[in-house]
């Protein structure tokens, strides 16, 4: 055991991976000893043997009851951790991750979890660019905290690149991140948002369907009758598989969806038996909470094409159309509306009369200024990205030599002399640029 | 349904379109049942056809007081045999001395034959055959109309449109100087776009159409029936400026002295008096519903034509009393209201009802606002779908970063192939 100590406080920098083969070799003893692992975890300093600190807390974590210190063990690691020499352990980091995530979760170790976790995300991502698979992991937290406000700072940040070898980041994790995540934005009710994690949850390249996917897709359909009306199917880019099989994997929400958006106004009837037959599978699958706030969206989205249709109409013919009970309901939530300034309407109780206004919108406030700036300083930030992809595209090898219409043989072709037959690519380049 | 007359009406066709057409209208008419079935049997006496006659027979035998005239059949089938094989026996003839011009003819001879007895499969296969011995384009043109009368009785509508263009092609028709067959062909276009439900091509084709065409074309259409189609259709998907074109196209005009009730509807609906349109209308329902082709779009074709009209009707106003226009419409208030409900969620009237007065207002578009909001949703969804696109590319980076089947099932799928 403290040969292997000695062995990572003596590795410089330049042979890590040499210390990672021993360690791999090593594994199986320092396993046993779990005693002298966490000794030997005491000793280290994770911003200078993070390599070996991760083997050793993967030992500690394979142990058969894991040992309370193992938390403690874990958090000092996150929280101290240097990200480029951990990124080369990558895959065992993550497991001990997962397990620490595990235990948090189990023992109801929630905002402990998810702080530790944060902390460690933060060191161990090569940039705020990338996903990790410890994403996922605090996502599951807030979930299982109901603390969808941690959640929200982290996913807010944009996800722009991933590295599956410095991160040991799977499909599996990043499928989770944007299922988890789309779930904390439907929490925090960010309808758009969550439609657009689920769409890139959905387009994440697939040779074959599973669970999470599915259950993206089920969750995709019902935000998409919250935020469109109806079921706008998936961007063309999905893979074809996804694009092929939902339907059938997903047949009820198809039907409720197809009915829900089937536009007219005296469909509501429809709409509900649709709910009533297919309650029990929303149920289920945990999604009757969303089903049933579609309903109510439902009333709400005719109420508003009733606003542009109707200068005045009566209460009674507004619960007709809006598929509501009673006048006295549909007052309610008219109410409810006029409030969040969702609709522009005035109630005459007296003659059972709503009189609606003109939208309210009229984009003459400061705020439509920020909220034009704030726009316009993303799509900048953007057009700058897409320009330094381009400039690397244009000036990577593989493009230029793909440009010329030369491969690397005739490169070598030309080494070995003009008097090559095979040189006639090289040839071409030359009497091309006379 | 007492004004309308049977025996006039079919006397406009000849041939088998005839017999098709009564037997359309006895199925679809409980007081012209037996007359219709008289009349297709009386037809069908007069030719060759004797397996629909055997058909009409069995099918509308309790309206008949006809016997099955067995001797008829049989010397007719007897006849048939015979002429059969001369046809044939003559057409082997002209193959052997290699005689272009008659091995056509001979082909010709025997599909006109079989189309006559209603053997529609070898009629189509026959007049395919001539199409290797064509030597000028008005061969072509009669090879594509034996064809596309076929597929029209058939309904085979993808052989109409296929040969239809076919027939476009040649100079004949390209350069419009056989002006009945550029006529055929433009009919023959139009019931292809009818079934396909293009309704402005239908009338942009029939106006292709010159009365000289006569009774020429009776066994698919009457002069009569192509007022009557482009009239509808152009009501239906004409704006007022093509509508006043039309009304001014001096080679239709000839079209709509026949049928001078389409004219006054189309006069009526161009100069906004919507009651007698719609009365004119409702008095030409009676006779469309017995047109094979037009049946099942009579239904659609009318609700554009009344939502048409209800659009042009507000378009000059800023309000309007509903309680006037829903006279005009000849309908009650509370239906009104609802028709136009629907034409301003699909966007068709911008306008809104004030329902407590019963007046509806033409609505201003804040072209400020809207564009606002426009660019607001623009920049959204362009932000989303970059961002979107820059990661969709990292990851295609990575060639191995997918979801994979399983190990197991990847193997049992390797075992299935």
Redesign the interface.
């Known amino acids: 055991m403290d040969q292997v100590v000695s062995l990572i406080r003596d590795t410089k920098e330049a042979d890590l991976d040499t210390l990672k083969k021993t360690l791999e070799s090593v594994l199986e003893k320092i396993r046993g000893n779990t005693h002298g692992v966490t000794n030997a975890l005491g000793q280290l300093d994770p911003s200078k043997h993070s390599m070996g600190m991760v083997y050793l807390l993967y030992a500690k974590s394979q142990s058969r009851d894991v040992d309370p210190s193992f938390l403690n063990n874990v958090e000092f690691f996150l929280a101290n951790l240097h990200g480029k020499h951990t990124q080369k352990a990558a895959s065992r980091f993550v497991q001990v991750c997962h397990i620490y995530t595990e235990i948090c979760r189990d023992n109801a170790l929630y905002s402990r979890g998810i702080k530790a976790l944060t902390t460690g995300l933060q060191r161990f991502r090569p940039s705020n660019d990338f996903l990790t698979p410890l994403h996922a992991d605090v996502l599951c937290l807030c979930l299982k905290a109901k603390n969808y406000k941690a959640g929200f700072n982290l996913i807010e940040n ?7 070898n410095a991160t040991g ?1 799977t ?2 994790d990043m ?1 989770l991140y944007f299922y988890y995540g789309g779930m904390i934005y439907i929490g925090l009710k960010h309808y758009q948002k969550a439609l ?1 994690f689920f ?2 949850a959905l ?8 669970a999470i ?1 599915v259950e993206v897709y089920k969750k995709y359909m019902l935000v998409s009758l919250l935020v469109h009306g109806k079921h706008t199917g998936l961007p063309k ?1 999905a893979m074809n598989i996804v694009q092929k099989h939902m339907k059938t994997l997903c047949s009820q929400y198809y039907e409720f969806a197809t009915v829900f958006g089937s536009g007219n ?1 005296d469909n509501v009837d429809k709409v509900k038996k649709s709910f009533e037959d297919n309650e029990e599978t929303f149920k289920s699958d945990n999604n009757l909470g969303l089903a049933r706030q579609c309903m109510q969206a439902l009333a709400k989205r005719n109420i508003q ?1 009733l606003t ?7 209460l009674a ?1 507004i619960a007709k159309n809006a598929g509501l009970n009673n006048a006295a309901a549909t007052e309610k939530v008219l109410l409810r509306m006029i409030e969040n300034g969702e609709i522009n309407a005035v109630i005459d109780q007296k ?1 059972g ?1 709503v ?2 206004g003109e ?1 309210v ?3 003459d406030s400061p705020q ?1 200024s920020v ?2 700036e704030t ?2 300083d ?2 900048i930030s ?1 057009a700058n ?2 320009k330094n ?1 381009d400039e690397d595209i244009t000036s990577s090898n593989n493009y230029i030599a793909r440009q010329l219409g030369v491969r690397e043989e005739a490169y070598s072709d030309f080494e070995r002399g003009p008097s090559s037959n095979r040189g006639g690519g090289i040839r071409r380049m030359f009497e091309y640029f006379r | 349904m007492s004004s309308f007359d049977l025996e006039q009406y079919i006397s406009n066709y000849t041939g088998l379109t005839k017999v098709k057409r009564l037997i359309f209208a006895a199925e679809n008419s409980k007081e012209l049942r037996s007359e219709a079935a008289r009349l297709a049997v009386k037809q069908l006496k007069t030719g060759i056809n004797t397996q629909l006659y055997k058909e009409v027979l069995e099918k509308f035998a309790n309206d008949l007081n006809e016997k099955y005239d067995e001797a008829w059949v049989s010397s007719v089938d007897q006849e048939a045999a015979k002429t059969l094989e001369k046809l044939e026996i003559e057409l082997n003839s002209f193959r052997t001395n290699l005689i272009k011009e008659s091995i056509r003819m001979g082909h010709n001879e025997l599909g006109d034959f079989y189309f006559a007895r209603g053997e529609l499969q070898n009629a189509f296969k026959s007049y395919l055959r001539t199409r290797d011995y064509c030597t000028s384009s008005k061969h072509i043109i009669h090879m594509c109309l034996s064809v596309i009368k076929i597929g029209i009785e058939t309904g085979n509508f993808n052989t109409i449109n296929q040969y239809v263009q076919k027939a476009e092609q040649t100079p004949d028709i390209a350069e419009g100087q056989d002006k009945v067959a550029v006529s055929k062909i433009a009919v023959a276009s139009a019931l292809y776009n009818l079934e396909s439900k293009k309704y402005k091509t239908v009338a942009k084709k029939l106006l292709e159409c010159d009365v000289s065409l006569g009774d020429e074309f009776n066994d698919v259409i009457s002069l009569q029936d192509i007022a009557i189609y482009a009239g509808l259709t152009a009501l239906a998907t004409f704006d007022r400026r093509e509508l006043y074109n039309l009304l001014d196209n001096s080679s239709f005009k000839n079209f709509l002295e026949l049928v001078p009730l389409v004219r006054e509807l189309i006069q009526d609906f161009y100069e906004s008096r919507y009651t007698s349109a719609l009365t004119g209308l409702d008095r030409l329902l009676p006779e469309l519903v017995f047109d094979i082709h037009l049946r099942d779009h009579v239904q659609p074709l009318y609700q554009k034509i009344r939502s048409r009209s209800l659009i042009q009707y507000v378009s000059p106003f800023t309000s309007v009393d509903m309680n006037r226009m829903a006279k005009v419409f000849n309908t009650s208030v509370v239906d009104l209201e609802k028709e136009v409900a629907t034409l301003i969620q699909e966007k068709q009237i911008k306008a809104r009802i004030d329902s407590h007065n019963k007046i509806l207002y033409a609505r201003m578009t804040d072209q400020r606002n809207n564009t606002f909001q426009r660019v607001i949703d623009l920049g959204d969804s362009y932000i989303h779908d970059t961002e979107n696109n820059i990661l969709r590319m990292n990851i295609m980076k990575h060639k191995d970063f997918a979801v994979k089947p399983l190990r197991r099932t990847a193997n049992k799928n390797q075992m299935m192939m």
């Open positions: 944009k996800i722009f690149d991933i590295d599956p980041l499909p599996k499928l657009g769409e890139t387009t994440v390249p697939a040779f074959a369907l599973n996917m880019h106004i094409k542009a249709t109707y200068m005045t109409l009566s013919d003659g009369m009189s609606f939208e919108q009229a984009f439509t909220i034009l726009r316009i993303q799509s953007l990205r897409l992809i």
